[in-house]
């Protein structure tokens, strides 16, 4: 089948939701949502979307918007593409000396996943095929999901919250200090009860020492896993060494970027959780194959999503497409960019969801329901 794309347009949108509670984490505090949505338009007039990563720093979303229409668009104009993993390929290659130059990588590769991953919704779409099945003809479209970024104020009100909604798996954040950890560990259990999944996101907060010395205290809330304990630049053996000292199941992921450092991770054979995030690095053209890989390797995948719903979206169908028993990453903070562009994941019936059949990433999203939170990019 070809999945040939001639481009005459690409348009990064970006939108802004102010926070009355603050998403806070180890390493920083959100005091605002943001999302780049990216939009292709082919010869044919037919249209994709995909989304962006930039959550960090605060100035990220309208960086990113700039690298799209500054670099991006201009290297895909008046080229064709036989499919989108050779465009996502050309526009790598295209960039990756400016990416050394000015010490951007990860910027460089969010922008291109965000066209990657609506280079996809475009060719789907042509096809009259969901993205999901687009992907693996032989896919089921139900996958698990679990509710994430839970603060560290109170978190059991809002997960009671959740799970009244039909979640079933939830994720605290942790790294505010061994007391309060632990404090808000024991609500979550007892306000879940014991057939609740529970895990827990460190976001990089301690050394080993710090990560073994929580270790058993934290085994004691039968967790499912524990997520980046460890900064993600320190070596495998240093995980190899958690992993050989606790019973949790150790997560990362979100911050490896590229095919080789995760092909590294798995040769450490120190993660039970593998939580690529497309929206940072791969789209569809890198991510798809790094999930096969995890899956082969007989680790879990769950992939790691926070922002908007176009790009959860495409994660969703990344999992349905993959398959196993990974669970889908959905913030549990209040965000109509999420909310009003999800879609189907806004239904979720004991700790599922379920993809429509239509085309691409589903109905085309209705940008004009969050144009109050549209922001100009200038320059």
């Known amino acids: 089948m070809s999945h040939a794309l001639s481009l005459r347009r690409v348009t990064a949108h970006v939108y802004r939701y102010p926070l009355s509670v603050p998403v806070r984490t180890s390493f920083g505090t959100m005091r605002d949502r943001p ?7 082919d010869k044919d007039g037919a249209t994709g979307y995909g989304e ?49 130059q000015s010490a951007e990588p990860g910027p460089f590769a969010q922008a291109i996943a965000g066209i990657d991953t609506a280079l996809w919704d475009l060719a789907a779409r042509k096809a009259g095929a969901p993205l999901w099945r687009f992907l693996n003809r032989a896919a089921q479209p139900q996958i698990q999901v679990y509710a994430s970024g839970l603060n560290p104020d109170a978190p059991e009100l809002l997960a009671a919250r959740r799970k009244e909604e039909g979640y079933r798996a939830f994720k605290l954040k942790i790294g505010f200090g061994r007391e309060r950890d632990l404090r808000n560990l024991a609500a979550l259990r007892e306000t879940l009860g014991p057939e609740c999944q529970l895990m827990v996101d460190a976001n990089q907060a301690w050394d080993l020492e710090a990560a073994l010395a929580y270790a058993a205290d934290l085994e004691a809330h039968r967790l499912a896993w ?21 019973r949790m199941p150790l997560a990362a992921g979100e911050n490896i970027m590229g095919q080789a450092n995760f092909e590294a991770a798995l ?5 039970s959780v593998v939580q690529p995030d497309m929206a940072k690095w791969g789209g569809f053209s890198g991510t798809l194959p790094v999930a096969q890989a995890i899956r082969a390797a007989g680790a879990r995948f769950c992939p790691h999503y926070l922002g908007g719903g176009l790009g959860l979206l495409a994660s969703a169908h990344l999992l349905a497409a993959v398959g196993g028993d990974g669970l889908l990453e959905i913030d549990a903070n209040d ?29 085309m999203p209705e940008l004009s329901a969050i144009e109050q939170y549209r922001v100009a990019v200038r320059g």
């Open 267 to 271: 040769a450490a054979k120190c993660l």
């Open 35 to 41: 999302m780049v949505v990216i939009e292709v338009e």
């Open 226 to 246: 524990l997520e980046e304990p460890l900064r993600c630049d320190r070596p495998w053996s240093e995980w190899q060494t958690l992993a050989a000292r606790t």
């Open 52 to 100: 962006v990563w930039c959550n960090f720093p605060a100035v990220g979303a309208e960086h990113r918007a700039r690298l799209v229409s500054s670099v991006m668009e201009p290297l895909l104009m008046g080229r064709a593409f036989a499919s989108p993993v050779e465009a996502y390929t050309f526009l790598t290659q295209a960039t990756a000396v400016l990416a050394l």
């Open 335 to 363: 965000n109509p960019l999420r909310t009003d562009l999800c879609g189907p994941l806004r239904r979720i019936a004991a700790g599922r969801a379920t993809l429509p059949d239509t085309p691409g990433l589903g109905p």
